[in-house]
């Protein structure tokens, strides 16, 4: 609807869409009906309040995403290293959102992984796999090239009404350890929590 022009909707969305006019409009007048669309007085049609809802509900991890990539550019600029926003699902995690680093990482990381189970990112939700590396009282969880040789990772966890909804992920070659910016990737999970909290 955006794309379309004020003066004849019905002609560009039939040009854009490739469906012949007549559907428009008794496609439009349906979506009226039902309370997706709303016909303004001047004839225009605009997406209605419940459109916006079904969108929200399409992606339930809108406003982490969000919040979590202010933190994450933030995160990159300052210290050169790969961001991760790692968040828990049926068969394990998975990187919601990475911000790619300046440094060079021997293995890719990129959104959509699955993440392996003994990672920093994943110990943050279920230690079992490797105690040793995780605290779950404070959220935390540590890899040094247990998972790839020549990778590092630290990860905290975001937690929200006192459930860990996602992980904050840094990832470093081993020259530069993950773990020097510990209390830092600790201190931006923790921000935005209180930020997913207000």
């Given at each position: 609807?955006?794309?379309?022009?004020?003066?004849?909707?019905?002609?560009?969305?039939?040009?854009?869409?490739?469906?012949?006019?007549?559907?428009?409009?008794?496609?439009?007048?349906?979506?009226?009906?039902?309370?997706?669309?709303?016909?303004?007085?001047d004839g225009h049609y605009v997406p209605a309040?419940?459109?916006?809802?079904?969108?929200?509900?399409?992606?339930?991890?809108?406003?982490?995403?969000?919040?979590?990539?202010?933190?994450?550019?933030?995160?990159?600029?300052?210290t050169g290293a790969t961001i991760s926003l790692?968040?828990?699902?049926?068969?394990?995690?998975?990187?919601?959102?990475?911000?790619?680093?300046?440094?060079?990482?021997?293995?890719?990381?990129?959104?959509?992984?699955?993440?392996p189970s003994t990672s920093a990112a994943a110990?943050?939700?279920?230690?079992?796999?490797?105690?040793?590396?995780?605290?779950?009282?404070?959220?935390?969880?540590?890899?040094?090239?247990?998972?790839?040789?020549?990778?590092?990772?630290?990860?905290?966890?975001?937690?929200?009404?006192?459930?860990?909804?996602?992980?904050?992920?840094?990832?470093?070659?081993?020259?530069?350890?993950?773990?020097?910016?510990?209390?830092?990737?600790?201190?931006?999970?923790?921000?935005?929590?209180?930020?997913?909290?207000?």
């Amino acid at each position: 609807m955006p794309q379309t022009g004020r003066g004849h909707q019905h002609s560009d969305l039939a040009r854009i869409t490739g469906i012949p006019r007549s559907t428009v409009y008794r496609l439009l007048s349906q979506l009226e009906a039902v309370g997706a669309v709303e016909r303004l007085p001047d004839g225009h049609y605009v997406p209605a309040p419940l459109l916006s809802d079904i969108a929200r509900r399409g992606d339930p991890h809108a406003a982490l995403r969000a919040k979590g990539l202010q933190m994450m550019h933030a995160l990159r600029n300052r210290t050169g290293a790969t961001i991760s926003l790692v968040v828990p699902t049926e068969q394990g995690s998975t990187a919601l959102e990475v911000v790619p680093g300046r440094l060079a990482l021997p293995t890719r990381i990129y959104s959509g992984i699955a993440m392996p189970s003994t990672s920093a990112a994943a110990l943050v939700f279920d230690p079992s796999p490797a105690p040793e590396r995780a605290n779950p009282v404070d959220g935390w969880a540590h890899d040094d090239e247990r998972v790839y040789s020549g990778l590092t990772c630290y990860a905290s966890a975001i937690r929200v009404g006192g459930r860990t909804e996602a992980a904050l992920q840094i990832s470093t070659p081993v020259d530069r350890p993950s773990s020097r910016f510990a209390t830092l990737i600790r201190r931006a999970a923790d921000r935005v929590a209180e930020q997913l909290s207000a």
